[in-house]
């Protein structure tokens, strides 16, 4: 079994920051890449920002400047520090994580349970 686990969402005005934390946990061999999405009500899931077991980032044209995303490979652990929020920023953020849990067996995504962000004043 594997576990996505996120925490560090909550309430912040406008122009505040917050940080996101995942851990990852389980049976795995290996982590390709971690990233963080978003889904507002009424929308789509999103791509916020991605990082690679290499450390190669990405994010989406919307959060770009103000998020920055980092990972820890040896605690399995991605990070989503977002400043200067803004009130379309409110969204459940999920983490996500592309990993093989045995070396025969190819990698696929998996998701953590979602950490709601609420940027109002």
């Known amino acids: 079994q594997v576990q996505l686990v996120e925490s560090g969402g909550g309430l912040v005005q406008p122009g505040g920051s917050l940080r996101l934390s995942c851990a990852a946990s389980g049976s795995i061999f290996s982590i390709n890449a971690m990233g963080w999405y978003r889904q507002a009500p009424g929308k789509q899931r999103e791509l916020v920002a991605s990082i690679t077991s290499t450390g190669r980032t990405n994010y989406s044209d919307s959060v770009k400047g103000r998020f920055t995303i980092s990972g820890d490979n040896a605690k399995k652990s991605v990070y989503l520090q977002m400043n200067s929020l803004k009130p379309e920023d409110t969204a459940v953020y999920y983490c996500?994580?592309?990993?093989?849990?045995?070396?025969?067996?190819?990698?696929?995504?998996?998701w953590g349970q979602g950490t709601q962000v609420t940027v109002s004043s």
């Open positions: 996500n994580a592309d990993l093989r849990q045995k070396f025969n067996i190819p990698p696929r995504p998996y």
